[in-house]
T-cell receptor, first 111, second 115 residues
Framework: GESVGLHLPTLSVQEGDNSIINCAYS??????FIWYKQESGKGPQFIID?????DKRQGQRVTVLLNKTVKHLSLQIAATQPGDSAVYFC??????????FGSGTRLQVQP | NAGVMQNPRHLVRRRGQEARLRCSPM?????VYWYRQLPEEGLKFMVY????????ESGMPKERFSAEFPKEGPSILRIQQVVRGDSAAYFC?????????????FGPGTRLLVL
C-alpha cells in the first residue's frame, strides 16, 4: 500500500562506504524500472534504469539489481560521497503509461 | 540543450483563485507527463499528454483540474478555485518515445502554495 504523510525512511552511511537502497514494487507486469535522485527543491534526476528481462545493470558507481521473484529492486552506490545525499525513488513503468513511484528513501552521507 | 522548463518556479495563490502552471518539454519531445508531489512523498501521476491530445488523465481530479498541450507552446496545467489541499510541488516530465526504457526527464517543478 501507499504511505501517506509518513516520514521517509532514512539510510545513514559514512563517506566512502557503499550504500544499498531497496524498493519493493507492486506490478509484476512492469516493463522497466528507474531509479531517480531528488535533491531538496529540485526535480527528480535520472540515475539508472533496467529492463524487466534483466537482473543487473551497472553504471558509473551505481548498480541496479532486479529480483522479479520477490518483486524487489535495489540501488547500490559505491564509495558514497556527500554529494550523493538526497532522496532516492524507484519507479516502475509499463509501455507508454506514466511511471509509478515508490515512497522514497532519504540517504544521508556522514563526512 | 535546454532541459524541461517549468514556470513559475513558485506560485502563491489565495483560496478560490486560479493557478496556471507551464511546462516546456525538451526539444524533440512530444510526450508530457504531469505529476504532483506532497512533502515527504513520492510523485503521483496526474495526466499524460501528446501534442493536442490527452492520452491518460486517470490521475487527475475530476473537478477544477485541466491540462492541455497545444500544437504550439507549452503544456499547461490549470487548477481552478484552488484550495489549501492543492498546495504541492507539480512536476512535468517529457519523453521522446515512451515505453522503450527511455527515462522521463523532469523539470525543476512549480511549488504551489495556497493561502
Amino acid at each position: 500500500g501507499e504511505s501517506v504523510g509518513l516520514h521517509l525512511p532514512t539510510l545513514s552511511v559514512q563517506e566512502g562506504d557503499n550504500s544499498i537502497i531497496n524498493c519493493a514494487y507492486s506490478n509484476s507486469a512492469s516493463d522497466y524500472f528507474i531509479w531517480y535522485k531528488q535533491e531538496s527543491g529540485k526535480g527528480p534526476q535520472f540515475i539508472i534504469d533496467i529492463r524487466s528481462n534483466m537482473d543487473k545493470r551497472q553504471g558509473q558507481r551505481v548498480t541496479v539489481l532486479l529480483n522479479k521473484t520477490v518483486k524487489h529492486l535495489s540501488l547500490q552506490i559505491a564509495a558514497t560521497q556527500p554529494g550523493d545525499s538526497a532522496v532516492y525513488f524507484c519507479a516502475e513503468g509499463t509501455g507508454r503509461r506514466a511511471l509509478t513511484f515508490g515512497s522514497g528513501t532519504r540517504l544521508q552521507v556522514q563526512p | 540543450n535546454a532541459g524541461v522548463m517549468q514556470n513559475p518556479r513558485h506560485l502563491v495563490r489565495r483560496r478560490g483563485q486560479e493557478a496556471r502552471l507551464r511546462c516546456s518539454p525538451m526539444k524533440g519531445h512530444s510526450h508530457v507527463y504531469w505529476y504532483r508531489q506532497l512533502p515527504e512523498e513520492g510523485l503521483k501521476f496526474m495526466v499524460y499528454l501528446q501534442k493536442e491530445n490527452i492520452i491518460d488523465e486517470s490521475g487527475m481530479p475530476k473537478e477544477r483540474f485541466s491540462a492541455e498541450f497545444p500544437k504550439e507552446g507549452p503544456s499547461i496545467l490549470r487548477i481552478q478555485q484552488v484550495v489549501r489541499g492543492d498546495s504541492a510541488a507539480y512536476f512535468c516530465a517529457s519523453s521522446p518515445v515512451p515505453g522503450q526504457a527511455e527515462a522521463q526527464y523532469f523539470g525543476p517543478g512549480t511549488r504551489l502554495l495556497v493561502l
